[in-house]
């Protein structure tokens, strides 16, 4: 069983930067691949990013693409989305999200992704 707490949402202007960290309970963190998604209000949930468990893979969606980068340190338990040139249009709630695999290919639907955090809202204003 795999706990995952999201922190670092806020309110920022348009062209800011923010950085959501997802800290993870329990010894098995470093063979789980982790992800980001985000859901706007009166929209579906979406992918944004994800990591492999080793860090040497990474996907974004192509909305985020060249803004968004994402990490982790596996020794930390933490998985970390760094945001720069944020647009109003990202504007969401932020999960953090994880399944068990120690294969490089990385999964973008949600429906794979076997634990789930809290959520933490970010609001990017025009």
């Known amino acids: 069983q795999v706990q995952l707490v999201e922190s670092g949402g806020g309110l920022v202007q348009a062209g800011g930067s923010l950085r959501l960290s997802c800290a993870a309970s329990g010894r098995t963190f470093g063979t789980y691949t982790m992800g980001w998604f985000r859901q706007a209000p009166g929209k579906e949930r979406e992918f944004v990013a994800a990591?492999?468990?080793?860090?040497?893979?990474?996907y974004y969606a192509d909305s985020v693409k060249g803004r968004f980068t994402i990490s982790r340190a596996n020794a930390k338990n933490t998985v970390y989305l760094q945001m720069n040139s944020l647009k109003p249009e990202d504007t969401a709630i932020y999960y953090c999200?994880?399944?068990?695999?120690?294969?490089?290919?990385?999964?973008?639907?949600?429906?794979?992704?076997?634990?789930w955090g809290q959520g933490t809202q970010v609001t990017v204003s025009s």
């Open positions: 999200a994880g399944y068990r695999s120690t294969a490089q290919g990385i999964v973008t639907s949600d429906l794979r992704y076997e634990y």
């Open positions: 990591i492999s468990w080793t860090g040497g893979s990474t």
